[in-house]
């Protein structure tokens, strides 16, 4: 890795210090700015054609039905070559983004069609993660990842700022289709970039069955304490935190702060702004404890969206959010680095697509939410997740102490 050792003396912005990154930053930052326009936009889309509430979060949900196939995807991570694998991935992205700019051009959108698209893509785009964060591992030593992960959060932070108020905006002004049209240039700028990314050798033996390597990748994962209470917080976080400000936010937004979509834009954004403050502090800070951050972030972020989830203020709830953000970054970084820095090389891949199954979560946190929001109401709903998060967050640190002591 001739790039890292330049990477670790540049302060700041030390990752960029490596070719590689240098290509896999700007493709990743155009790639997640795509992501976040498609999920507003359809999202809002979806919600006024349906005026559903139980549809708009099952919708939301289907972003996340591949999270399933993510260990398969992280098995292949370690045998083949990542670099074709992402670039093959974000070619699929662009196929489907281009399916549905035609139909908004043409006029013949309907939610069926939405919900197929949003199924296809959502098999895939749970593994992206899985790829670009074994890419990453791939180029830096442990010394040097804790700051190539905090850029690199930067990118899906920066996302949820630019993708969603440039999605709203679009959307409200021109229509889905001309929308859309912006989401194929990004993806295109991003696969045009993402040749550039070095491409290690895979860390594993091809010849090796890959249902044996998959085996091999659960039982390394439970058998090593750290990375299996991480799993655990994950999916915790997954199903009682993230589908708050994923999915069920288009539901806030429009049903209790009375907000058109680009109110739901500003406050994407506003949680966005957080959790790009919390990326920029954790790429310069480098800490020596990243499990105990990891539990100590979120227990903060429980407290804070129980505060949002009582308000019906819609300016106190902006104001909120971007703590919110901030304090979700801090965790969830702090979970990576403790992630990629306890696996060993030859089981990152599979480690991170276990990983994703914790995302699993997040789909079925959104279902249950948008049920009993239509029996509870929005505000028990979100203080029932909140209590049961802070709850069962108590219970992990303790049943693996482990994490508190790294």
Same mark, same amino acid.
């Given at each position: 890795?001739?790039?890292?050792?330049?990477?670790?003396?540049?302060?700041?912005?030390?990752?960029?210090?490596?070719?590689?990154?240098?290509?896999?930053?700007?493709?990743?930052?155009?790639?997640?700015?795509?992501?976040?326009?498609?999920?507003?936009?359809?999202?809002?889309?979806?919600?006024?054609?349906?005026?559903?509430?139980?549809?708009?979060?099952?919708?939301?949900?289907?972003?996340?039905?591949?999270?399933?196939?993510?260990?398969?995807?992280?098995?292949?991570?370690?045998?083949?070559?990542?670099?074709?694998?992402? /670039?093959?991935?974000?070619?699929?992205?662009?196929? #489907?983004? $281009?399916?549905?700019? =035609?139909? +908004? @051009?043409?006029?013949? *959108?309907?939610?069926?069609?939405?919900?197929?698209?949003?199924?296809?893509?959502?098999?895939?785009?749970?593994?992206?993660?899985?790829?670009?964060?074994?890419?990453?591992?791939?180029?830096?030593?442990?010394?040097?990842?804790?700051?190539?992960?905090?850029?690199?959060?930067?990118?899906?932070?920066?996302?949820?700022?630019?993708?969603?108020?440039?999605?709203?905006?679009?959307?409200?002004?021109?229509?889905?289709?001309?929308?859309?049209?912006?989401?194929?240039?990004?993806?295109?700028?991003?696969?045009?970039?993402?040749?550039?990314?070095?491409?290690?050798?895979?860390?594993?033996?091809?010849?090796?069955?890959?249902?044996?390597?998959?085996?091999?990748?659960?039982?390394?994962?439970?058998?090593?304490?750290?990375?299996?209470? /991480?799993?655990?917080?994950?999916?915790?976080?997954? #199903?009682? $935190?993230?589908?708050? =400000?994923? +999915? @069920?936010?288009?539901? *806030?937004?429009?049903?209790?702060?009375?907000?058109?979509?680009?109110?739901?834009?500003?406050?994407?954004?506003?949680?966005?702004?957080?959790?790009?403050?919390?990326?920029?502090?954790?790429?310069?800070?480098?800490?020596?404890?990243?499990?105990?951050?990891?539990?100590?972030?979120?227990?903060?972020?429980?407290?804070?969206?129980?505060?949002?989830?009582?308000?019906?203020?819609?300016?106190?709830?902006?104001?909120?959010?971007?703590?919110?953000?901030?304090?979700?970054?801090?965790?969830?970084?702090?979970?990576?680095?403790?992630?990629?820095?306890?696996?060993?090389?030859?089981?990152?891949?599979?480690?991170?697509?276990?990983?994703?199954?914790?995302?699993?979560?997040?789909?079925?946190?959104?279902?249950?939410?948008?049920?009993? /929001?239509?029996?509870?109401?929005?505000?028990?709903?979100?203080?029932?997740?909140?209590? =049961?998060?802070?709850?069962?967050?108590?219970?992990?640190?303790?049943?693996?102490?482990?994490?508190?002591?790294?």
């Amino acid at each position: 890795m001739p790039d890292t050792a330049r990477a670790e003396g540049r302060g700041f912005l030390a990752a960029f210090g490596s070719r590689s990154y240098r290509f896999q930053w700007p493709a990743d930052l155009l790639s997640s700015w795509a992501f976040e326009m498609e999920t507003l936009i359809l999202n809002w889309f979806v919600l006024v054609a349906t005026d559903s509430v139980l549809m708009t979060a099952a919708f939301s949900a289907l972003a996340f039905g591949g999270t399933l196939l993510s260990p398969f995807f992280g098995v292949l991570a370690d045998r083949i070559d990542r670099k074709t694998m992402l /670039i093959t991935m974000r070619l699929t992205y662009l196929a #489907l983004a $281009a399916t549905v700019m =035609t139909l +908004g @051009l043409t006029g013949n *959108v309907e939610p069926w069609q939405l919900f197929a698209i949003a199924a296809v893509s959502g098999l895939l785009r749970p593994s992206d993660l899985v790829v670009r964060h074994s890419l990453i591992a791939d180029t830096f030593t442990a010394a040097a990842l804790p700051n190539a992960m905090g850029l690199s959060r930067i990118t899906m932070d920066s996302a949820r700022i630019a993708g969603s108020l440039l999605g709203a905006g679009l959307l409200s002004t021109v229509g889905i289709g001309v929308a859309y049209g912006a989401v194929v240039g990004f993806y295109v700028v991003s696969i045009a970039l993402a040749t550039g990314i070095a491409a290690p050798r895979p860390a594993v033996r091809t010849d090796a069955h890959p249902w044996q390597d998959l085996r091999l990748g659960f039982r390394y994962v439970f058998e090593t304490p750290t990375i299996l209470g /991480i799993m655990s917080l994950a999916f915790l976080v997954n #199903l009682t $935190a993230f589908p708050i =400000t994923h +999915g @069920l936010l288009t539901i *806030v937004a429009r049903n209790v702060f009375g907000l058109d979509e680009n109110g739901l834009a500003r406050l994407v954004a506003s949680y966005a702004v957080g959790a790009l403050i919390g990326s920029l502090i954790l790429a310069a800070y480098k800490g020596s404890r990243p499990g105990r951050a990891t539990v100590i972030a979120t227990l903060a972020w429980y407290v804070l969206l129980m505060g949002f989830g009582l308000t019906r203020d819609p300016s106190l709830g902006m104001g909120l959010i971007v703590f919110i953000g901030a304090a979700q970054s801090f965790s969830m970084i702090s979970m990576s680095v403790l992630l990629l820095t306890t696996a060993h090389e030859a089981f990152r891949g599979r480690v991170s697509g276990v990983r994703m199954l914790a995302v699993y979560g997040l789909p079925l946190g959104l279902i249950i939410g948008g049920a009993l /929001i239509e029996l509870l109401g929005t505000h028990v709903t979100f203080t029932l997740f909140t209590l =049961t998060g802070i709850a069962c967050t108590v219970l992990i640190a303790f049943r693996w102490r482990v994490l508190i002591e790294s």
